[in-house]
């Protein structure tokens, strides 16, 4: 039985083995008895959307386990789009298209909602990456000498509470010293 928001994670999970993320959302005052239970399916895409088939699994499996006064609520989360726009130096000059290729693939890599982050354990419901953890990613990626230029862009969240981020189209500019 679902009693604790705890419960409601536990029994999606339960309910299917698709899911990489359940995420139980408590009552507001406004929507007194719904709980809203986000769920997102394993999947190496940019932004895993579970599918109404999905949803509807998990909503049959955790239903039929909560109080009959309470309003389920399932659903796929918010996104928050998250774009890097950076003009970085490579060491070598003639490594331009490798950095290139290499910083979209690490930025890619850190910003995917369920394998990226700090410890590439994904993001939780409501964290937006910090301009300075993006920074660092550029700065530390092999064959970067220096980033010249970061700025991000990042979509409203109105929801925290169901969002998470995933990476857009970065603009990733490699320049030579000579540009400067």
Do not use: C, K, N
């Not at 993001?123 to 660092?136: E, V």
Request: aromatic letters at 4%; charged letters at 25%.
């Amino acid at each position: 039985r679902a009693v604790a928001l705890a419960d409601y994670e536990d029994l999606a999970f339960e309910g299917s083995p698709e899911l990489a993320l359940a995420h139980a959302i408590p009552p507001r005052v406004e929507a007194v008895g719904t709980v809203s239970l986000v769920v997102v399916p394993r999947g190496a895409e940019a932004r895993p959307a579970p599918s109404l088939e999905l949803v509807g699994r998990v909503r049959e499996h955790v239903g039929a386990r909560v109080s009959p006064t309470v309003d389920l609520v399932v659903q796929g989360p918010e996104w928050v789009r998250v774009v890097v726009a950076a003009e970085v130096v490579p060491a070598r000059l003639e490594a331009a298209s490798e950095v290139h290729a290499l910083v979209l693939a690490r930025l890619a890599a850190f910003l995917h909602p369920l394998t990226g982050g700090s410890a590439g354990e994904g993001w939780p419901f409501g964290r937006r990456p910090h301009r300075s953890d993006l920074y660092a990613l550029v700065e530390t990626t092999p064959g970067v000498d220096h980033v010249r230029a970061l700025e991000v862009e990042t979509d409203d969240m109105p929801h925290p509470e169901r969002s998470l981020v995933y990476g857009g189209e970065h603009r990733i500019a490699v320049v030579g010293l000579a540009d400067a």
